[in-house]
């Protein structure tokens, strides 16, 4: 007798895998990927649309929906056919019972399968508290009407025996130095965290899982940091908790090299464990991959990751499009690798049977916390959405409600109340809150540790105490490097890290490194280690486990998504290089720290066509503009040497996202006693500049730039005072901070009455056009660039003192007349050969003609 609800397609697919007998009856239309069958007695269940019944199953075979799901009676034949021969009607699942006694579990179906948990020493309250969870998860999609309660729901035994019984956590002090760090990297199965805050005590109460997704409360879509307590980060797009994972994992190394370095494996008050729940999402995404290959490099031993491997995403099975063993990569990567099959029985015989052993996961969970080399991937092979008798194992229960009538008979199967939403018991509540006292002895324990510690260490737990109040170093800016004036200059790349070298011989919490590109970023401190495993050095960078100079490899959308994870841990600076064109790489990186409100930088270099050689391909155009549209994001780019040493400390002031734009190429260092101050850098602009030959005049024009493109501005001043047109200068460094700074002050640098504006940039004229107004120019690159040298790149797309003159003239002309609309000087090589040729239209002119 096959029970259960199946897809009459996928059992005809299964018996014709299997060789069942010719006439073997099926009933149902309601997809699932799980059926019984009853053969001599014995019940076995196949979860899996991978696995069929056994061969050899002789007679009627029947499958049935629940009270109140129709179903359609289809006969087998030898070939496989499917007869529809039987009207509709409702069938009743008939080994549905129910055992009544005075156990929690009163109510509960023994068609289920009872958790195996002798040794987790699971009580009757254990298990009703799992199915609670369920029932939790999918009330709260059904009265939201959307989000996500397959997971949740599958996933309910693997969240309870964590926050229960794996993690150490308080939920007293969130916030508690000591306690494990929990990703939940398919953010979008939030529910799976939300309802095991809510057990736990974290603050949650049922009225915000009540809330789910809507406006003000407590449990957004997607878990959110510094929104909930007892959120350690915000994930969502799939890939990037498990990549910040690693960032973390590689954080707590860093911070115990820096304040306990001799302590034994496993004994130091900075050492704890990162665990991390991941789906086959996770594992299809590449930033995933990329951060999994340098954890495994890394011999992260203190990263755990439970990967559910239900074989289900949105589009259902993801046998489409997903087929690698995963384990063997992980295996490659230097992960060890632990399966444990919720949905294989060790019955000798084979046949599978659901069976959620908690004692098999907790045991490979224990063991992976052990001192080891390696990180640990378990694969837990689950059911989604178990045990709801029509939406397990199919899409629909992925990321939809399962539906009024789902719900009230996955209810019944748990044994609550199918009338009843949000239904608690409250010796369920207060055995699960017990984990409170739980966290309150453990923080106690750690206590003693930590406190022997601050008394063997004195200083350094003075260096903590100002890392955990995020403070600066008393005078950290004091005797950064400067510059004398140049006109050859220094690359802004090249000042950045003699800067970088000097604030890491006071700031050891600031560190960071280069995706295979230190030498090009100058991202590396000179005379500091490398963070690698010991055996792991080369003849070129030492180091060690507790170093201080990442190396991320060729894997940028990593690095970022890394260094946000460093930033969460909470005491460390972390900072990360590459080209500014590779900022595409990044950019889903970029965007999650920006939202997180992290203390990142990055630092993008060879910012401009100003590069040269390596062509169109490496030579950013759009990526300023792009940047800036994020937002919380700053983007800094400074026009010399003494700027950047300014951005440099007002970046680690302001302790937020920022971007730091530098050039390959050298910049000339600005006279500081015949110009403007650098640090005006820290208010975003500053005049830089004044009009007039004594620097005094009103001006009539005022030109605005940033990075190489300020001397530029410079030389055309000089031309247009020649001229007699008074002309002001301002370097805008960073637009977001001058944003921020009082409309008086924006008003002084940028006077109102003076509509005679150009902007120069070596980018796309996108943001420009509100600063110049209707009146202005701007100086821009509306195409890709070309591979020549910078000098000639300059020349020939209009970067010129002699182009921003002619600009220049050109808005004060239509100042006066008060007329003009924004404009911007046209470059493009077709457009310049096609006017060369007597056609004064563009291309674009002559397509909005229809010509």
């Known amino acids: 007798m096959i029970r259960g609800l199946v897809s009459a397609t996928k059992a005809a697919t299964r018996f ?22 009853s053969v001599g007695g014995a019940r076995r269940f196949y979860p899996s649309p991978r696995k069929g019944p056994p061969t050899g199953l002789d007679g009627e075979h029947r499958c049935g929906t629940r009270v109140g799901v129709s179903s359609v009676t289809r006969r087998l034949t030898a070939g496989g056919d499917v007869d529809r021969t039987s009207p509709r009607r409702e069938v009743l699942l008939s080994t549905t019972t129910r055992t009544r006694t005075d156990s929690p579990l009163a109510g509960r179906s023994s068609d289920l399968t009872r958790p195996v948990a002798k040794k987790a020493k699971w009580t009757d309250l254990d298990v009703r508290a799992v ?66 805050l809510y057990l736990s005590g974290y603050g949650l109460e049922l009225s915000d899982l009540k809330a789910l997704r809507t406006w003000g409360s407590l449990t957004p879509g997607h878990p959110e940091v510094h929104h909930t307590k007892g959120v350690e980060i915000t994930t969502g797009p799939l890939g990037s908790g498990l990549a910040s994972a690693v960032g973390m994992a590689m954080a707590q190394r860093r911070q115990r090299g820096m304040l306990d370095p001799d302590a034994k494996a496993g004994q130091s008050p900075f ?38 491997a239900n074989q289900i995403s949105i589009e259902d099975d993801t046998d489409i499009s997903f087929s690698e063993d995963v384990g063997q990569r992980f295996e490659a990567y230097g992960w060890d690798v632990v399966d444990v099959d919720w949905r294989r029985s060790d019955d000798p015989a084979g046949t599978p049977e659901y069976t959620e052993d908690v004692d098999a996961l907790l045991a490979a969970l224990e063991k992976s916390r052990r001192p080891g080399k390696r990180p640990t991937l378990v694969r837990l092979h689950t059911v989604i959405a178990w045990p709801a008798p029509s939406a397990r194992g199919t899409g629909k229960a992925h990321g939809s409600a399962l539906g009024e009538d789902e719900v009230k008979a996955t209810k019944e199967l748990l044994g609550f109340d199918p009338e009843k939403t949000f239904q608690v018991d409250k010796a369920v509540l207060t055995h699960a809150r017990e984990v409170k006292k739980r966290g309150k002895a453990a923080h106690r324990e750690w ?22 109040a995020g403070e600066l170093p008393s005078g950290f800016a004091r005797g950064l490097p400067t510059w004398d004036a140049d006109d050859k200059g220094i690359a802004t790349r090249a000042a950045s890290g003699k800067v970088l070298g000097a604030l890491g011989e006071r700031m050891p919490e600031l560190w960071g490194g280069s995706a295979d590109l230190a030498e090009s970023n100058n991202t590396t401190m000179e005379g500091v280690q490398s963070f690698v495993p010991t055996g792991k050095q080369t003849a070129e960078w030492k180091g060690g486990p507790y170093g201080r ?111 730091l734009a530098l050039s390959r190429q050298p910049l000339r260092i600005v006279d500081r006693s015949e110009y403007g101050k650098a640090s005006g850098v820290r208010k975003g602009a500053y005049v830089l500049a004044e009009a007039g030959k004594d620097h005094d005049a009103t001006p009539e024009v005022v030109l605005i730039a940033t990075g190489s493109e300020v001397a530029i501005a ?99 002309k239509a100042a006066r007349k008060g007329t003009g609309v924004p404009a911007v000087t046209d470059t493009a090589p077709r457009a310049k050969a096609s006017r060369a040729a007597g056609d004064q239209k563009t291309p674009s002119q002559k397509a909005s003609a229809g010509e």
Not at 21 to 33: D, K, Q
Not at 638 to 651: K, L, R
Not at 729 to 755: A, D, G, I, N
Not at 771 to 791: K, T, Y
């Open 447 to 468: 206590d003693k540790g930590y406190k022997a510690w601050r008394k063997g260490n004195p200083e350094t737990a003075a260096l903590l105490d100002r890392l955990v």
């Open 714 to 812: 410079l030389a055309a001043r000089d031309k247009l005072e020649a001229a007699r047109i008074p002309t002001r200068v301002v370097s805008m460094p960073c637009r977001e901070w001058f944003e921020e700074q009082p409309r008086s002050y924006q008003h002084k640098v940028l006077p109102p009455e003076v509509t005679a504006r150009v902007s120069i940039e070596a980018g796309v004229s996108m943001g420009w056009h509100d600063l110049v107004g209707d009146a202005g120019r701007c100086i821009s690159l509306e195409h890709f660039g070309a591979s020549a040298d910078q000098a000639t790149l300059y020349r020939e797309f209009g970067f010129t003192p002699e182009a921003v003159v002619k600009a220049a003239k050109d808005s004060l």
């Open 131 to 196: 199915d609670t969870v369920r029932a939790l998860a999918a009330d709260a999609v059904q009265h939201k009407g959307n989000g996500h309660p397959g997971t949740a729901m599958s996933l309910a035994p693997v969240a309870y025996l964590l926050y229960q019984q794996v993690m150490r956590h308080d939920p007293a002090d969130p916030a508690w130095l000591g306690r494990d760090r929990f990703v939940l990297s398919c953010g979008h199965s939030s529910l799976t965290q939300y309802i095991q």
């Open 16 to 37: 014709r895998r299997a060789g069942a007998a010719a006439g073997a009856v099926v009933t149902g239309v309601v997809a699932t990927s799980s059926f019984e069958v």
């Open 271 to 308: 050492d704890h464990h990162v665990w991390v729940l991941a789906s086959d999402g996770d594992m299809m995404e590449g930033v995933a991959s990329e951060a999994c290959s340098l954890a495994g490099h890394q011999e992260l031993d203190n990263l755990t990751v439970v990967y559910d």
């Open 549 to 659: 100079t990442l190396h991320f490899g060729i894997r940028e959308n990593a690095m970022g998504m890394i260094l946000n994870g460093i930033a969460l841990e909470g005491l460390t600076l972390p900072y990360g290089g590459t080209f500014l064109v590779f900022s595409d790489y990044m950019r889903p990186a970029v965007r999650l720290a920006a939202l997180q409100e992290l203390p990142v930088t990055f630092v993008w270099t060879h910012d401009s066509i100003g590069l040269g050689e390596d062509g169109p391909t490496h030579q950013p155009v759009e990526h300023l503009a792009a940047l800036r549209a994020i937002p919380q994001l700053d983007v800094v780019r400074p026009a010399d040497a003494n700027e950047t040493t300014e951005a440099w400390a007002e970046i680690l002031r302001r302790r937020r996202t920022a971007g």
